[in-house]
């Protein structure tokens, strides 16, 4: 009887720490490697960075083109951009102009020939 009285109080002096050891354990790998652990967060910071540069990249691009936009509105029509674009539009050319042929298209909102 004194042997399984030792035997017990041992095991519950063993299994009690190995047990608190073992959630402590699985507790600090979710910590790093969980669905909301620090190197999901640390991924989520850098796509939210990546998007952050493209969205100020498209944001100046918008900016540029609302630009080009504004020179061709009604009230303040650019007689120049106008005839550019109309140039371009219609690959019409004066008798005096001189022509320099470029291996890409010169309109901006198309892409360039596939080779």
Same mark, same amino acid.
């Given at each position: %009887?004194?042997?399984?009285?030792?035997?017990?109080?041992?095991? /519950?002096?063993? *299994? #009690?720490?190995?047990?608190?050891?073992?959630?402590? =354990?699985?507790?600090?790998?979710?910590?790093?490697?969980?669905?909301?652990?620090?190197? /999901?967060?640390?991924? *989520?910071? +850098?796509?939210?960075?990546?998007?952050? =540069?493209?969205?100020?990249?498209? %944001? /100046?691009?918008? +900016?540029?083109?609302?630009?080009?936009?504004?020179? #061709?509105?009604?009230?303040? #029509?650019?007689?120049?951009?106008?005839?550019?674009?109309?140039? +371009? %539009?219609?690959? #019409? *050319? +004066?008798?005096?102009?001189? *022509?320099?042929?470029? =291996?890409?298209?010169?309109?901006?909102?198309?892409? =360039?020939?596939?080779?």
């Amino acid at each position: %009887m004194a042997v399984a009285l030792e035997i017990r109080k041992r095991f /519950a002096q063993i *299994v #009690l720490p190995v047990m608190g050891l073992g959630a402590l =354990a699985y507790l600090g790998y979710h910590l790093f490697e969980g669905d909301r652990g620090l190197k /999901a967060s640390w991924s *989520v910071e +850098q796509r939210l960075a990546k998007a952050e =540069a493209e969205r100020k990249a498209l %944001m /100046a691009e918008r +900016q540029k083109i609302e630009s080009r936009v504004g020179l #061709l509105r009604e009230g303040s #029509l650019d007689r120049d951009m106008l005839d550019e674009r109309l140039r +371009q %539009m219609l690959n #019409l *050319v +004066q008798a005096n102009d001189v *022509v320099i042929l470029y =291996a890409k298209p010169l309109a901006p909102d198309r892409p =360039a020939p596939a080779k």
